[in-house]
């Protein structure tokens, strides 16, 4: 290989971003192998490649002792000195057996190298940009559709939407722009698996993120999410500045905010309502848009009874009970709902 080679293989390994020295490394460690192969050796070499130049050295290495009995790997004491007096039993002694028809070889397996290593690179950045993106939204078009699967360009890479990952109901059509949410990133030997969500709860926070500048700048805070995805949400969250309400910084103007996230979501329903340190008012808001009359609440089985109004009754369980549902995984407390004539009866 001549200096313009080398060079050539520099500057493209710089281009994807692979440093000189990992990529002359692996070339060596390359031409190893194939001086090896083309050349039926069992012995123990080094190759040196001349940055500069592109001269190839290969170096067999031997270990000096008394008595040699692979001499592929050995040398005697009394060789070694007489190529160094300054060698010892046990030292390693290198000896130049570069073949005059290596070059060839060694051009062909540099090129290889120089290929492999670029896809590896190429990959490994790639991983490195998604797994950092874990817990974050990505945007990308619907590639395909295999076995259920939904794969989804994002450009650089392709990400894949499993049917437990999937809106019920949502359908997916190429071309379609979608937003999901990544859950996780593996590598494998194809390069980096992306799996994608349309049900996770981050999803519906990270899309208020993004859509409440609010939330954003941190004055409001996203205390909890509940999801039954496709069909109804909850979300509770907090201002850190009295005078900014939560509830309207996410409804937005005419409820333009949260519109907007019930687009992306298919129609998704979402109820926004005020977190509450005090138990009973949080579970009293998290029911909304039922009203209450009061809550009564059980701290060390985390309990709660709730009275509501007679005609708020099914409002506050909601259709098969999904009101209820989602109030009681916001807030993390059992919620047993009753109307006010239920509760006069039962005294």
Known sequence: MN?????????????????????????????????????SSAQNVRVVLERETGDIHVYARKTVVDDVKDPRLEISLKEARAINFKYELEDVVELEVTPKNFGRIAAQTAKQVVVQRIREAERGIIYEEFSSRESDIVTG?????????????????????????????EIY?????????????????????????RTHPGLLKRLFELEV?????????IKSVAREPGLRSKIAVYSR??????????????????QTIVNELKGEKIDIVKWNTEADKYIANSL????????EISEEEKTSRVIV???????????????????????????????????????
Not at 288 to 295: D, E, G, I
């Open 288 to 295: 909304s848009p039922a009203k209450v009359v009061s809550v």
């Open 309 to 347: 109004p007679d005609y708020q009754l099914s409002l506050a369980i909601g259709k098969e009970g999904q009101n209820a549902r989602l109030a009681a995984k916001l807030t993390g407390w059992k919620i047993d709902i009753k109307s006010e004539s239920q509760a006069q009866s039962a005294m």
């Open 3 to 39: 200096a313009e080679f080398m060079q050539a293989f520099e500057q493209l390994g710089k281009e994807k971003g692979i440093t000189p020295e990992i990529l002359f490394d692996a070339i060596e460690a390359a031409l190893i192998s194939a001086y090896k192969r083309n050349f």
């Open 173 to 197: 059509r190429h071309g379609d722009r979608l937003k999901t949410y990544i859950i996780e990133v593996k590598k494998t030997t194809k390069g980096p698996q992306i799996m994608v969500s």
């Open 241 to 258: 500045d009295e005078n900014v309400d939560p509830v309207g910084a996410c409804v937005g103007h005419k409820g333009m905010r949260v």
């Open 213 to 221: 500048p609010e939330i954003h700048d941190g004055v409001v805070e």
């Open 141 to 169: 078009l619907v590639q395909r559709i295999e076995q259920k699967n939904v794969y989804i360009d994002l450009g650089k890479a392709e990400a894949i939407l499993q049917p437990s990952e999937q809106i019920p109901g």
